[in-house]
């Protein structure tokens, strides 16, 4: 990135207070991907930063790049949403704040991922509106295949059988599904059904306005959390 000042859309990923004035951020920006900067004086500021560098504010945000720093200059932000309705409940707080912190986790500074910045933003919305588990499992899926770790979830690794009736195995070190034939001496597997594979595998492709209106039962959330946690642990 060039020496100058930039403006971007952004979602503060994590905010903290730094020296007796100042707060250092990471947010996510649709232009430049993840960025971190410094905030001068915003913990003074009642004009320029109050109430807009919170984690979770979707913001437009004014920042100067100084190519001798690794944190950008927040010169200016206002808000374009603060999810003021998330906010007031604990669990969809939290499940908000999950969805931040695996956005930090599985991008990389500097690395523009447009798709990224809007399946958040659209996410962030569904849970406002009340989306229940099934839309973390969606964001889930939807970051590993745009942060370029989406697992193999159509058929047998090995073999290719696509396991039409009969039980899958998903293994992460191995990145994907197996079939039972060729399941033997691989440890850590986790059973799986063709129909949460299924839906996976096809809830990367779709967009988020669409998955919300898809209500899967609790066989799938039951399996998908399990196969996901266990895959981004691994990652």
């Known amino acids: 990135m060039k020496r100058g000042t930039y403006r971007a859309r952004a979602v503060v990923l994590n905010s903290i207070d730094y020296g007796e004035s100042d707060r250092i951020l990471t947010f996510y920006t649709l232009e430049k991907g993840k960025l971190s ?5 915003a913990r003074r500021s009642r004009k320029r930063f109050v109430g807009n560098l919170d984690p979770l504010s979707h913001i437009n945000i004014i920042y100067f790049h100084n190519d001798k720093s690794d944190l950008v200059r927040i010169e200016d932000a206002s808000l374009i949403d603060a999810f003021s309705i998330l906010k007031t409940d604990i669990e969809r707080l939290t499940d908000g704040c999950y969805l931040l912190e695996l956005t930090s986790e599985l991008t990389r500074e500097g690395q523009p991922l447009p798709a990224a910045y809007h399946s958040l933003v659209a996410f962030l919305k569904l849970l406002e509106a009340g989306a229940g588990d ?4 969606f964001f889930e899926i939807k970051l590993l295949d745009q942060s370029g770790y989406l697992p193999h979830l159509t058929g047998c690794l090995s ?3 696509t396991g039409e009736g009969e039980r899958l195995y998903f293994s992460s070190a191995k990145g994907g599904l197996v079939c039972r034939a ?6 850590g597997l986790i059973p799986v059904s063709p129909a949460t594979a299924a839906l996976l595998a096809m809830a990367a492709r779709l967009e988020p306005e669409k998955l919300g209106r898809l209500k899967p ?3 799938f959330l039951d ?4 196969l ?3 895959f981004i642990k691994f990652q």
């Open 223 to 226: 399996e998908s959390e399990r």
């Open 217 to 219: 039962g609790p066989a």
């Open 182 to 187: 060729c399941s033997s001496g691989i440890t």
């Open 37 to 41: 900067g410094i905030a001068k004086g």
């Open 134 to 137: 099934e839309a973390l499992r």
């Open 159 to 161: 073999c290719r059988t």
């Open 228 to 230: 996901l946690y266990d």
